[in-house]
């Protein structure tokens, strides 16, 4: 995996009542003399692994007819992305509904079933990214007609996280140390370490009309790039020259 930093830096100073702050209360106990800074850095990397949810959505006049005509064109669009991916692809549901269709009358009154509608969504995850555009054709023109999103993001994200987090901590324990130089003090220890930070992912939300999509005209996908970002903030026990 290949990536590049963007680091950037938040700093804040708190320096103790050694040096010029306003006195605390006389009940207040006075912790000793410090200085707190923020780190922060931003690792850029390159996705390696692409989750797509594909919906199919069926009506009919009875529950069981929509379910049935649901089921019908889910096997048919999970048969196809399997000869696509293999039948070890990894393909999971991750939500099923049937529900009633109402139709209210302009005047008031009670509402009357007209219909029902299913829904089946499942979770298609990648590791080829150059098979995320057939994968979406494959299951539109095979019967599906949503495609709710499609996320990019790397398979081992901790790595990523960790080499952001390393670079925020140097970042923030230098500026600690430059911030103590330039008011004649020393950095004796650290008193508290605080980490933030998350993904920034690639999210691509697309809807697809009903109609199966033109097989010659292939859906174009560019995955982009997935931003890591940590902040640490320090906060440095001083004492005077």
Avoid: W
């Avoid at 929509?66 to 039948?87: E, F, I, M, W």
């Avoid at 999103?149 to 901590?169: I, N």
């Amino acid at each position: 995996m290949s990536y590049t930093a963007i680091v950037l830096c938040v700093l804040t100073l708190n320096v103790g009542a050694a040096f010029g702050a306003p006195p605390e209360e006389p009940s207040a106990k006075q912790g000793p003399p410090s200085i707190r800074v923020t780190g922060e850095a931003v690792v850029t990397a390159n996705p390696d692994q692409a989750r797509i949810e594909i919906g199919v959505v069926s009506q009919a006049e009875s529950a069981q007819a929509a379910a049935s005509q649901n089921a019908q064109r889910l096997d048919s669009v999970l048969n196809d992305l399997r000869r696509v991916l293999g039948n070890s692809a990894d393909i999971k549901t991750i939500s099923y509904s049937v529900s009633p269709n109402y139709r209210y009358p302009r005047e008031g009154g009670k509402p009357t079933i007209v219909g029902h509608t299913a829904n089946n969504v499942v979770r298609v995850k990648i590791d080829n990214l150059s098979l995320v555009g057939k994968v979406i054709d494959t299951a539109t023109q095979s019967g599906a007609n949503n495609i709710q999103r499609l996320q990019f993001t790397l398979k081992d994200e901790q790595k990523v996280q960790a080499e952001a987090l390393s670079q925020a901590a140097v970042i923030a324990r230098a500026k600690a140390d430059s911030i103590a130089s330039a008011l004649g003090v020393k950095v004796k220890r650290i008193l508290l370490v605080e980490e933030t930070g998350g993904t920034m992912p690639v999210i691509q939300e697309r809807a697809f009309a009903m109609a199966k999509m033109d097989a010659a005209a292939p859906t174009p996908v560019e995955p982009g790039t997935i931003d890591i970002r940590a902040v640490v903030t320090l906060t440095v026990e001083v004492l005077g020259n």
